[in-house]
């Protein structure tokens, strides 16, 4: 990863918070807490950023149609986090395995 490659991805990750800071209060809570908790639980897919702008796009619909963000999620958030991410290898998926040594992880001999 060269210096171009840093200074795009800062741009890019402003162009989304600036986004998020954008919609209404209650959806940037309900934004910033899901985010906590996908960066917590890691999804080894995070890093393409395809998550989080889909949820950004699918909150800035619903604040678009004078939807709750409670309206779009249900009120057990985190079961909807769970639902996204439910068929997402996490890292601790990936350190799960390489401590039990299946094949295709680190620990090969």
Not at 9 to 35: C, F, N, S, T
Not at 37 to 45: A, I
């Given at each position: 990863?060269?210096?171009q490659?840093?200074?795009?991805?800062?741009?890019?990750?402003?162009?989304?918070?600036?986004?998020?800071?954008?919609?209404?209060?209650?959806?940037?809570?309900v934004?910033?807490?899901?985010?906590?908790?996908?960066?917590?639980?890691?999804?080894?897919?995070?890093a393409?950023?395809?998550?989080?702008?889909?949820?950004?796009?699918?909150?800035?619909?619903?604040?678009?149609?004078?939807?709750?963000?409670?309206?779009?999620?249900?009120?057990?958030?985190?079961?909807?986090?769970?639902?996204?991410?439910?068929?997402?290898?996490?890292?601790?998926?990936?350190?799960?395995?390489?401590?039990?040594?299946?094949?295709?992880?680190?620990?090969q001999?």
């Amino acid at each position: 990863m060269g210096i171009q490659d840093i200074i795009e991805g800062k741009k890019q990750w402003r162009a989304h918070m600036a986004r998020v800071k954008a919609l209404p209060p209650d959806y940037q809570i309900v934004y910033k807490e899901m985010q906590k908790y996908f960066f917590k639980v890691g999804p080894v897919g995070l890093a393409d950023g395809r998550l989080l702008t889909g949820l950004v796009d699918f909150f800035e619909e619903g604040a678009a149609s004078g939807k709750g963000v409670l309206e779009l999620l249900g009120n057990d958030v985190a079961a909807f986090c769970d639902d996204l991410i439910g068929d997402s290898r996490t890292y601790a998926d990936l350190y799960q395995e390489s401590v039990a040594g299946k094949p295709g992880t680190a620990e090969q001999g």
